[in-house]
């Protein structure tokens, strides 16, 4: 599959680990064995969903997990990234929910079973309904909410976890369901943004030195989407509306957790959006992570423009169904600015993969564009670490087509096709091209330790 690849790469080595990603609420439905969260809410509200769907069934992943570990067993991967739904975890009064844990321990369980490496989320956006009652993200509360979630999970779970993720993509939680709202909670304003993105970033830090406390040598990072931000020509103005927007979009939770410090933009704001930091909070934020995850999709390019002084381009060349435009390259670029600009910890790519309008024939689904993708993607990741970036570990998004959040059930990212009528499962082209690569990589032991 990856035809191009140099056998010397650090790609077929068997300390680079290759795994696939998922997330809770985009996968596993069971909605009655949980409390509710803020996805399920806003499901609830006309016109939020583009089909109208929820997250109540999703990929029936709770009934179903066993069956799905023998696919990533079958793929063959070293390593699956997914999340932990807080509300399935814990009560409204913060105690541990006993079926909950019972079906996380299951799912540790039979990774460890199959030798594969859990990396595990804990908040990858379902924010539990009763914190969001009392104000969710806009609370200070709510990041000691997560603390005391975070050490709990450390404590019944860490003894088999490879590695902890504080939170996934603060900037999505904070700007699409804080600032602009077209995600959950739905909520509007340039304030309310700035005070939910403060928050979680303190949550972050504050999880950070619990997980650290609780579960001793397991290393705890944090995934942030960060897209390369480029102007759209070569005037000046664009130039400049290419850093705001960057500044904007992911300097403005990168940098305070690699340098404890907010985006000179920060200083510019008027008072009633500035970050409401107190005292200490710099310094919890930014303490060193073991290593940054890094979800890459898209480039974009801006114009001088618009209320927040930038506009983004319609995409150029090849797009996704997302209508994200698509560009390996891009992932090189990025991998190379960070390196240059930070002083990075190891990094691991969390996320990357294509929507496509994928269709199953007579149970095959042929899906060549997503193995080219793929391919395109680590032959990029191989340039950026030829140029010496430490990056230890790919994860595809993702194992199952899957409930892609404001965009409902009509987007198609996953490996293996799942019909929504039956919830079977059909591994696609590119999972078979997978397995095929993954097998055959020079010198690795597959299988069960
Ligand atoms: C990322 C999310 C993930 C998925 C992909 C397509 O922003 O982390 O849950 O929806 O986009």
Known sequence: MIENLPGDSVLNQEAFLFGVATSAFQIEGAVGERRPCIWDAFCREPGKIRDGSNGDIACDHVARSEADLDLLAWLGVDAYRFSINWARFLDEQGRIDPRGLAFYDRLLDGLAERGIKPFVTLYHWELPQHLEARGGWLERDTAARFR?????????????????????????????????????PGRTGLGAYRKAGHHLLLAHGMALEALRSESKSVPVGIVLNDSPCLPASDQPEDADAARIAEAFHYR?????????????LADELPEAQQPPIRPGDLACIGAPIDYLGLNYYTVERYRAGGPLGFEAEPPQGTTSDMGWAVDPDGLRHLLEELAERYELPPVYI?????????????????????AAYLRDHLLALDEALRAGVDVRGYFHWSLLDNFEWAEGYTKRFGLVWVDYDTLERVPKGSAHALRQ?????????????
Do not use: M
């Open 148 to 184: 005391d979630y975070a050490a709990l999970a450390a404590t019944r779970l860490g003894d088999r976890v490879e590695a902890w993720a504080t939170l996934n993509e603060p900037w999505c939680s904070a700007w699409l369901g804080y600032g602009n709202g077209i995600h959950a």
């Open 437 to 449: 690569w993954l097998g055959a990589r020079p010198g690795i032991r597959r299988g069960t330790p």
């Open 350 to 370: 969390c996320e990357n993969g294509i929507a496509l309008r994928d269709e199953c024939v007579d149970g095959v689904v042929d899906d060549p564009r997503r």
């Open 252 to 264: 403005w939770f990168l940098e305070p957790v690699l340098a404890g410090r907010y985006p000179g």
